[in-house]
């Protein structure tokens, strides 16, 4: 390929864009603040499972104390009735003994429902203590959360300008290089890790970083400076200049 020794120039400033380019999106890909949010998302999701689990803790025993309370109405409503019916006139010897011996066992009854309602109240306050907790965390994490994607809006903000703007000066700088030499340089960039060009300074190839020697070294000393040489080693286009060394 031929191509002006100017125009093989700028290949070199292009690859200063391209290289810019390239850092600024590891950078928004690599930003700490994304690794952050991946965090507060993990953490956040074991948070939530917990408090699901207290919530619907606390959801059971509510209805477990909701009928222990009814249980307990109804044995005392029952123990009313049979006291009032034995203070009535008239009312047998027989049937008031009967109903003694019910409002004893009524009356145990209800102090077992009773201690089963207490023990039900200490579990609740348990309960609500955890589903307290898990709440409070999840605020933290999302308060960390919100402070990390805002970080991150303004990191992104300032990255993406600097893109637009790079990516305005490689659209003027690529419209003046050849479409057939932009087109192999775009090619081997792509295929070499974002370098496509890359200078040769004192005999090494800046791609690669291997000296050029022995025939290699002949052939780039009597190709023509129009003419577009590449590296045996990396396949990069070498443009040569003043501190070539050739
Ligand atoms: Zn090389």
């Given at each position: 390929m031929i191509a002006d020794p100017f125009v093989q120039l700028r290949l070199l400033d292009l690859?200063?864009?391209?290289?810019?380019?390239?850092?600024?999106?590891?950078?928004?890909?690599?930003?700490?603040?994304?690794?952050?949010?991946?965090?507060?998302?993990r953490r956040a999701a074991e948070v939530r499972a917990q408090l699901v689990e207290a919530e619907t803790q606390v959801a059971d025993l509510a209805g477990e104390q909701r009928r222990l309370e009814a249980d307990i109405d109804t044995v005392r409503q029952r123990a009313d009735k049979d006291q009032a019916r034995m203070t009535?006139?008239?009312?047998?010897?027989k049937e008031i003994s009967g109903l003694q011996h019910e409002v004893a066992s009524l009356s145990r009854r209800q102090g077992v429902l009773e201690d089963e309602l207490l023990e039900l109240m200490?579990?609740?306050?348990?309960a609500d203590a955890s589903v307290s907790e898990f709440s409070g965390a999840m605020a933290v994490i999302n308060t960390e959360?919100?402070?990390a994607e805002a970080a991150r809006d303004e990191v992104f903000?300032?990255?993406?300008?600097?893109?637009?703007?790079?990516?305005?000066?490689?659209?003027?700088?690529?419209?003046?290089?050849?479409a057939d030499?932009?087109?192999?340089?775009?090619?081997?960039?792509?295929?070499?890790?974002?370098?496509?060009?890359?200078?040769?300074r004192q005999?090494?190839?800046?791609?690669?970083?291997?000296?050029?020697?022995?025939?290699?070294?002949?052939?780039?000393?009597?190709?023509?400076?129009d003419q577009v040489v590449r590296c045996e080693n990396c396949?990069?286009?070498?443009?040569?200049?003043?501190?070539?060394?050739?």
């Open positions: 690859q200063g864009i391209d290289t810019a380019l390239n850092q600024l999106a590891h950078r928004r890909r690599t930003l700490p603040e994304l690794a952050t949010i991946a965090d507060c998302d009535s006139a008239g009312v047998p010897a200490e579990s609740r306050e348990t959360r919100s402070a903000a300032e990255i993406d300008d600097a893109i637009g703007k790079r990516g305005i000066q490689r659209g003027e700088l690529a419209g003046t290089i050849p030499l932009l087109a192999l340089y775009d090619k081997v960039r792509e295929a070499n890790g974002g370098v496509g060009a890359a200078m040769l005999r090494r190839c800046e791609g690669c970083r291997i000296e050029l020697s022995g025939s290699e070294l002949s052939a780039v000393r009597a190709a023509k400076m396949r990069r286009i070498l443009v040569r200049t003043d501190e070539s060394g050739l």
